[in-house]
């Protein structure tokens, strides 16, 4: 792995929060800004340093009007622009703000908690938490509608080549496009679905986790669609998370891509349908409920935004 990028080749780990700050209005949020790119680089120095084996880390992404009003440089990430909603017949995928994000992986909720609350204290004076998702490793990394999500990513080199900016955008690379959506899933129905039926959802078999062959797979299955041929990989980092007391029992969407184009591509399978029409099915049970762009710059990068 390059390194001096983030932690954005790494596997999911077994807690995670994801954190999505939007800064306050006329306000010049550039001096806590650079203090957060220190902190950031210490909380995962620290982490090597304190708890080697637990593959802590945090990182942190950058939305495209926060690179604007930090006056970071230009010109921006090729592809680094507020997300541009897509509409399909029936479901939607939106587009919410979004400042700055953070992926917090340990494997003890301890060090996720310490790092969220470090983050949240120097940032608190100048931006507000618009959302906080605290994702878990559900049995054997199954989503919350059961079935193993994360099979078919990339493995090994391939997760460098797909999941960060290569030669060709020579200044920022080693970074990478962060992706990610929170989506609500409705269990009611799902689980009054067979087995069988959900298994026609995803496109793979439940228990085993086994793809299903093409001529059995549904074309509107999740896997036909979102699959866009072998040249087109992200790196998902997926985590559910459940909370009985609001009934929201979800999937926090997280993909790393050297091209964010890669990732629109199968948005627009999902959402708006190929051919047109014939959309995911799963998201006739799950419902997106925010969307945003960011980018992760390599550690380097960050250093030098922390003093200038
Ligand atoms: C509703 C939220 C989602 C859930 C619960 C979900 C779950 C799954 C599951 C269970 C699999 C099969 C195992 C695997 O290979 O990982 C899968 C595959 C995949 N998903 Fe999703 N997913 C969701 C949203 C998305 C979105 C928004 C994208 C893209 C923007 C996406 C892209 C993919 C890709 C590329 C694959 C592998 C397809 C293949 O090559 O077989 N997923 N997902």
């Not at 637990?54 to 009003?69: E, T």
Request: net charge negative; glycine share 6%.
């Amino acid at each position: 792995m390059n390194p001096d990028s983030q932690n954005v080749t790494d596997y999911t780990n077994n807690n995670t929060i994801f954190m999505v700050w939007a800064f306050k209005d006329n306000l010049d949020a550039s001096p806590v800004f650079r203090r957060v790119c220190k902190l950031l680089i210490n909380l995962n120095n620290s982490a090597n340093v304190r708890f080697p084996v637990s593959r802590a880390s945090c990182v942190m992404g950058i939305g495209h009007n926060a690179w604007l009003r930090l006056g970071l440089p230009v010109p921006l990430p090729k592809e680094l622009e507020n997300f541009v909603p897509i509409a399909g017949v029936k479901h939607t995928a939106v587009s919410t703000k979004g400042d700055l994000h953070f992926h917090i992986r340990a494997d003890t909720t301890s060090i996720c908690y310490d790092m969220a609350a470090a983050i949240a204290d120097v940032l608190s004076p100048v931006a507000t938490s618009t959302d906080e998702i605290h994702g878990f490793r559900y049995w054997d990394s199954r989503s919350i509608l059961g079935f193993v999500d994360g099979t078919e990513n990339p493995h090994g080199q391939d997760r460098e080549l797909f999941g960060m900016i290569g030669d060709d955008d020579a200044f920022y690379k080693g970074g990478s496009y962060l992706f990610v959506q929170k989506y609500i899933h409705n269990l009611t129905a799902w689980k009054a679905l067979s087995t069988e039926q959900q298994e026609n959802v995803i496109g793979r078999y439940k228990s085993n986790d086994i793809e299903m062959p093409d001529d059995v797979k549904p074309s509107n299955s999740h896997i036909a669609l979102a699959n866009v041929g072998d040249d087109f990989k992200i790196v998902r980092d997926n985590m559910p998370f459940g909370n009985m007391s609001t009934n929201e029992m979800g999937t926090y969407f997280i993909a790393y891509a050297s091209k964010f184009s890669t990732a629109q591509k199968m948005l627009n399978n999902m959402f708006i349908g190929s051919p047109e029409g014939n959309y995911d099915r799963i998201l006739d049970f799950s419902t997106a409920k925010t969307g945003s762009l960011y980018f992760v710059p390599t550690f380097n990068m960050i250093d030098d935004f922390s003093s200038n």
